[in-house]
Structures are given as structure tokens and as C-alpha cells.
């Protein structure tokens, strides 16, 4: 935590740095910190830690902000020449001149750049683009982040020979998923990230890698008898990992019996209905005495190579478990109807019937309209998740069951999770000469248009061309706390007005930090688990246009399925 609070200081203070003061102190920062990073022999640059790579990713964005805005602008050759001119100084090939030199190849072979763009991935960011090498690699304190695919990052240690370690993780990730499949286990430890789902590990967070993770977990096939317990010890991805089991201690009340991996297969089922998939063993026990209280601890050690060298660890899990009373409380499905809600029948499966529960509704202050001892209806006045405890009035059965349900305003599509959703779409001149692509891209605390300018050249094929790009991003963001309803509204505006091929919006939401807690609590709101809104009758948008091109609206809808802007 204490990392991120220093990348998210730093962030402010480039923006500080950027629109209050002169730039000199940030440029000697900057040339200071990008002298220390170095191209290694294996084509990668190298940055000695995370807060030195968001500095120099967050200058360079600067700098080409800075020529975007400058009278030479419209007239220049390469319109990314701060970002080229930073590949040369470290000698570095990078992933965003790799795709500039494929797209070069496909036009001058005819290939129509706006009906058939070159496959790329992290195209809103071309900053990101030009620190990676065109295997979409870097270094970081010692380990490798190998952006896979748009959504897909992977992590592993350099190693003491670089050309052996990216040797074997191009060839173990180039058949990623049929080894996956088939449990090929790699000859080298990586850790995977979502980067579309985890905002926190998007920007270069830590790098710390651990030993085999394990995780134990209690399954109580019948509730009616919970003195039968079964004993789950999972190893999560085991085989995509490249730790090798070599014992498992079990340790319970004291008394420890040592499993092998001989003992280990692929469990499929923990017996209470939930799937698994997992490496491990699963163990039944005996544990007498209702609310008797027991102590497992559960150590595996585990082998792996690295460097040519044979290394060992291990994991601890420790968990304590008390036999709970007989009693299962059953409820069935919640029906939703907008904000009204009904919970029409809840039962003890452990008895004969003729059972009275109390309801706790005070989350979301529902009205009750309607109530028995085993059913409830409720009319919520905000949409969003709800919480309700159910508990048993019979003293037999102490146990309470909290259940989520979710009314609906129409009306509102809130969405809570930094999804990197997208939508593209073309508009091409009424006289079929000039055409514009726009793709619009939302990911974690950021919203970017990208718009390219093509023109039909004398086969008939559209090339790319510079053109009068104006546009414009907005929208309304909202805030869902998951108690209510959307509340609060932040408005964002982009305006840029550029002479060139490719024109990008960005509204990078950290940068109007102050802007967006006023519009809400500041106290509830936390910028690494955000729960952002929109409604789908003012969705974001963008409107662009050129001397050739008329004023045209891209929409990009919660419930978009087809990625085609509206």
C-alpha cells in the first residue's frame, strides 16, 4: 500500500509540475532517471523500479503533448517525434514503431488501413507502446512484464541469462493456452495478471513473487450433520506454475500426518456443489461436539530451479474451524421487479417445518409491503446491491444467512468494475473520397478516442492522410457505492484541434482528482476499487469532423455487446 501511495503522490505531482510551474526541475528528473535505464542484450530497457517508470512514462506523455501543441506540430513528419527521439537515445526498437512499420508494409502493398487495421493491442496508450520492445517486453526491478494481449500481462524474473528466460517464456506463452489445457507445467515461474479487471496492478506495482500459493478450504456436505466435514488443500494453477510439490504436512489439533504428491490428484468437486479444478487432495473428518473449536495447520514445501540451481520453499496456511449448530437455512431465488423486491419462501432444510425468521432490511431503508414469518417484499428506492440477514427465531439454529439482491432503475446502466470496453466505427465523406475511423476505449481511470484520417487514392484503396481533426470527448460519470443509486455527477470535456494522421482525446480522470470527489463523499470514495457509472440515455460520446468530413457522434454504451459505436 505504501508503494501505491507513492505512485499516486507522484502522478499528482507531475500534473502539478505541469500546469503550475516551470518544467526545468521535472526535465532535470527525467534526464537524471532515463539515463539510468539502459537497453539490455536481450532488447529490453530496463527501469530500476516502478516509481522510475512512471516518471519517465508520465514526462514522455507530457512531452508529446507539449509538440502536439506546438506551432511545428502540423507540418512534421512523424507526428510521435518526442517519443522517437527517446527510442534512438537508448538505441530501442520499440512495439509502437514495430506497428508503425507493419502498417507502412500493408499500404504499400494496398491494404486499406480503415477496413483492415494491423493487429495491436494497447493502442490508447502509446507511451506504454514505446517502453516495450516489439515482443511487448520490459524490465522492472528484476522481473519481465510480457503484455500478452490486451487484457493479459505476465510477469517472471529476468534471471541471470535473459536470452534463456525469454527463450523459454516465448515458447511456453506461444502455446499458452494448450498448455493450460493439457497441464504443461513452465520451466519458470510467472505471475499472471488481468489488466482489464485489476486497476491496481495495471500501472507497475509490485513485483514481488512468492512461493506456490495453497489454499484450504472446509466443506460441510450435509449442514443437517456438521460434524462431517471435508478438508479441501488446493495448489491454485499448479500446473502453470513451476513449483514442484515434494510434501504436505496436515496438522490438526496437533497431530500432523505428511501427504506426498503420490497422494495429490486434479479435484474436480468438493462434494458441496462447488467446482474446483484444482490441484490437491481433499480429506473427510470427524469432528465431534457441536461448537467445539479446531486448529489446522497445513505446511507444503515445494522445489523449483532457477538458474541452473536446485531452491526450495514453502507455504503455511493456518485456519481454525468451530463445528457450527445443525441448521440450513434455504432461501429461494429473490424476484426483482425494478426497485420492488420479494424473498418468497426461506426454510430450515434441518427440521419439519412450521419455521419463523426475522428479517434485517435496514441496508438500503426499504419499505416493507408485504411480510410472513418465512417471506418478505420490499420496494427499494435506488437501484444497486442490497444486503438482508435472515435468522432463524428457533434457538437451535443460531446461524444467520446474508443475502445480496440488486432492484433495477431501468434507467440507469452503472457499471462497477475498470473494464476496458470499446466501440469503432467509420464515417466517410459524401463524396467518398475522405473517411475518418474512431475507436473509443475506456480503461482504468481513463477514457481515449483515437481518430485516424484516411483519403481514397487513385486504385481505390483508403491510405492515410492528414486532415483538420476536430473533436471533442464528453460525458457524465457517476458514482455507484453500491448502496444506492448513481450519485453525484462529474461532467468531462476533451477538445483537441490538430492537423494530422492520428489524433488521440484523453481524459485521464486521476489528473481531475479534486474536480471528481467533490461529487461525491470523499471519505467513501477509493480510486483503486472506483465504481463507476454511466446512463445509457446520456452515454460518453465523441462528435469529430474535418473540412472534408461533416460533424458525426460516436456513442459508447454500457450495454454495447457489439463494440460498434452507436
Not at 481454525?320 to 432444510?349: G, H, M, Q, R
Not at 434441518?350 to 441496508?363: I, M
Not at 475507436?439 to 492522410?465: A, D, H, P, Q, Y
Request: charged share 20%; glycine share 4%; with cysteine.
Amino acid at each position: 500500500m505504501k508503494k501505491i501511495k507513492i505512485i499516486f503522490k507522484l502522478s499528482i505531482y507531475l500534473i502539478i509540475l505541469t500546469s503550475v510551474v516551470s518544467c526545468d526541475l521535472m526535465k532535470k528528473v527525467f534526464v537524471k532517471e532515463s539515463s539510468i535505464v539502459y537497453k539490455n542484450n536481450c532488447g529490453l530497457l530496463v527501469f530500476k523500479d516502478s516509481i522510475q517508470y512512471n516518471l519517465i512514462h508520465d514526462y514522455l506523455e507530457y512531452q508529446q503533448e507539449t509538440f502536439e501543441n506546438s506551432a511545428s506540430y502540423p507540418t512534421a513528419l512523424d507526428e510521435e517525434k518526442p517519443l522517437t527521439d527517446f527510442e534512438i537515445s537508448k538505441l530501442h526498437t520499440s512495439y509502437r514503431t514495430f506497428i508503425k512499420n507493419q502498417e507502412d508494409i500493408a499500404e504499400n502493398n494496398g491494404v486499406d488501413l480503415s477496413v483492415n487495421p494491423v493487429p495491436e493491442i494497447l493502442e490508447d496508450d502509446e507511451i506504454l507502446q514505446t517502453l516495450l520492445n516489439q515482443d511487448r517486453m520490459l524490465v522492472i526491478d528484476g522481473i519481465v512484464y510480457y503484455y500478452f494481449d490486451d487484457c493479459t500481462l505476465f510477469k517472471f524474473p529476468v534471471g541471470k541469462d535473459c536470452n534463456e528466460s525469454i527463450r523459454l517464456a516465448k515458447e511456453y506463452f506461444s502455446k499458452y493456452s494448450s498448455n493450460v489445457q493439457n497441464n504443461v507445467k513452465p520451466l519458470f515461474n510467472f505471475v499472471q495478471v488481468d489488466i482489464c479487471n485489476d486497476e491496481v496492478n495495471y500501472r507497475v506495482l509490485n513485483t514481488n513473487i512468492f512461493c506456490q500459493k495453497v489454499s484450504v478450504g472446509l466443506c460441510i456436505p450435509d449442514k443437517c450433520h456438521p460434524e462431517y466435514v471435508n478438508i479441501e488443500i488446493t495448489f491454485p494453477n499448479y500446473y502453470q506454475g513451476f513449483y514442484n510439490l515434494t510434501s504436505c504436512d496436515v496438522n490438526i489439533d496437533g497431530v500432523s500426518t505428511v501427504y506426498l504428491p503420490t497422494d495429490m490428484s486434479s479435484i474436480s468437486s468438493n462434494q458441496c456443489g462447488i467446482a474446483i479444478v484444482n490441484y490437491g487432495i481433499l480429506l473427510p473428518k470427524y469432528f465431534p461436539g457441536i461448537n467445539s473449536t479446531h486448529v489446522i495447520n497445513v505446511t507444503a514445501n515445494f522445489s523449483y530451479t532457477i538458474d541452473g540451481k536446485v531452491e526450495t520453499c514453502k507455504t503455511t496456511k493456518p485456519i481454525t474451524f468451530s463445528v457450527p449448530y445443525p441448521c440450513d437455512i434455504n432461501v429461494s431465488p429473490a424476484y426483482v421487479n425494478n426497485f420492488e423486491v420479494a424473498i418468497e419462501k426461506v426454510d430450515n432444510l434441518c427440521t419439519a417445518g412450521n419455521d419463523s425468521f426475522l428479517f434485517d432490511v435496514t441496508n438500503g431503508n426499504p419499505q416493507i409491503i408485504g411480510q410472513s414469518p418465512n417471506s418478505i417484499q420490499l420496494r427499494y428506492n435506488c437501484a444497486g446491491a442490497k444486503k438482508i440477514i435472515i435468522k432463524s427465531t428457533d434457538p437451535n439454529c443460531p446461524q444467520s444467512k446474508e443475502i445480496i439482491v440488486n432492484p433495477i432503475d431501468p434507467s440507469l446502466c452503472c457499471e462497477t468494475h475498470p473494464k476496458r470496453n470499446y466501440c469503432k466505427n467509420n464515417i466517410t465523406s459524401s463524396n467518398g473520397i475522405y473517411r475518418l475511423s474512431v475507436k473509443m476505449r475506456e480503461r482504468n481511470n481513463r477514457i481515449v478516442t483515437i481518430i485516424r484520417s484516411f483519403i481514397k487514392n487513385s486504385n481505390g484503396k483508403f491510405k492515410r492522410n492528414k486532415a483538420d481533426i476536430n473533436g471533442q470527448m464528453n460525458g457524465p460519470l457517476y458514482f455507484n457505492h453500491q448502496t444506492c443509486n448513481c450519485q453525484g455527477v462529474y461532467n468531462f470535456v476533451e477538445w483537441k484541434s490538430r492537423v494530422c494522421k492520428k489524433m488521440k482525446l484523453k481524459h485521464l480522470f486521476l489528473a481531475h482528482k479534486s474536480s471528481i470527489e467533490n461529487a461525491v463523499n470523499p471519505d467513501s470514495f477509493n480510486w483503486f476499487k472506483r465504481y463507476w457509472a454511466r446512463k445509457n440515455n446520456s452515454p460518453w460520446q465523441t462528435s469529430v469532423k474535418t473540412s472534408n468530413v461533416p460533424n458525426t457522434i460516436f456513442k459508447i454504451n454500457c450495454n454495447n455487446n457489439t463494440n460498434i459505436c452507436d
